[in-house]
């Protein structure tokens, strides 16, 4: 079935009113994208980070795409939807759709990818070539982390290059799981994996299931449902959120275990170094395009 696209740029910051006026005039998925990504030539693209529980975070000029059934494209619908965002007809572009497998779109930019020596982080339509690989299989869904973006390829570089062997992990923000199985495929005895997003538990256990792991994997909704202690804690968030943590995710790591923490930009790390520093003795992991990766081994403080 073909399918109609309409898009616009949203004039406030909220995207709720439009998403539903999408909605309500029968729209079958609504997509917000960063407007500089599409074809904008007025500046570069602003970088969307990891929001805050309960905080939505868009680009400075955010594009909204609706999808809507070929039988719904005539005129009425573009008028009556325009008139809904309080849009000139005009200022809506409209493209026709060919059928897809939309579910499987993003594997077109998705390929395998090593971290490190031997972890490997790919789909399911593509082999890896070298024989002694550890291969995480990898489907996204609806939660953050393939591996591509930095940070979270910092984070499996580290894990790559860690002993963890019968160890047991905390991943404290598990996104997609990647970082959590990619830790169990390399032989951690057990994974506890916490986020405040549904959607990143339920992508979390397919994955796990996926890669044949789940019976090493916890997942856990609240960060009371984690283990009081563990031989390494990975956290792959916004320094501002680390900071403010700083003393709970401590607690949870045992004297002589390691702490590795990303989503940190170039010129946070002193001050993320310096909170820890109470509790363990801080170090750069590495870095990349502009993120930063600090290791932390805990002290007896």
Do not use: K
């Not at 594009?63 to 325009?82: P, Q």
């Not at 390494?232 to 590795?260: D, K, Y």
């Amino acid at each position: 079935m073909p399918y109609l696209e309409l898009s616009f740029d949203l004039a406030v910051p909220d995207p709720a009113p439009a998403e539903n006026a999408c909605f309500d005039r029968g729209a079958l998925c609504v997509t917000l994208v960063d407007a500089h990504d599409t074809g904008g030539r007025d500046g570069a693209s602003g970088a969307v980070l990891e929001p805050r529980p309960g905080e939505v975070r868009l680009w400075p000029r955010t594009r909204l795409s609706a999808l809507f059934a070929a039988e719904l494209a005539d005129a009425a619908l573009i008028v009556a939807l325009a008139r809904a965002l309080e849009l000139e007809p005009a200022q809506l572009r409209i493209r026709a759709l060919a059928d897809r497998i939309w579910e499987r779109e993003w594997l077109r930019d998705f390929h395998a990818l090593r971290f490190g020596r031997r972890l490997w982080v790919c789909p399911s339509h593509e082999t890896v070539p070298q024989p002694d690989a550890v291969t995480v299989r990898l489907d996204p869904g609806l939660a953050f982390g393939t591996g591509t973006h930095a940070s979270t390829a910092l984070c499996l570089e580290w894990l790559d290059g860690a002993a963890l062997a019968e160890r047991r992990l905390i991943d404290y923000g598990s996104g997609s799981g990647v970082l959590a199985v990619a830790a169990l495929r390399l032989g951690a005895r057990c994974v506890h994996a916490f986020d405040i997003d549904p959607q990143a538990l339920l992508a979390t256990r397919e994955n796990a299931a996926r890669n044949g792991v789940a019976d090493r994997l916890v997942t856990c909704e609240t960060d009371a449902q984690l283990p009081p202690e563990c031989d390494a804690l990975l956290a792959n968030i916004l320094s501002e959120t680390l900071l403010a943590l700083a003393p709970a995710l401590a607690a949870r790591v045992a004297v002589g275990g390691s702490l590795l923490l990303s989503g940190i930009l170039a010129g946070q790390e002193a001050q993320v170094t310096a909170r820890f520093a109470a509790w363990f003795d801080m170090t750069c992991f590495a870095r990349r395009e502009g993120w930063v990766a600090l290791h932390g081994a805990r002290h007896g403080g």
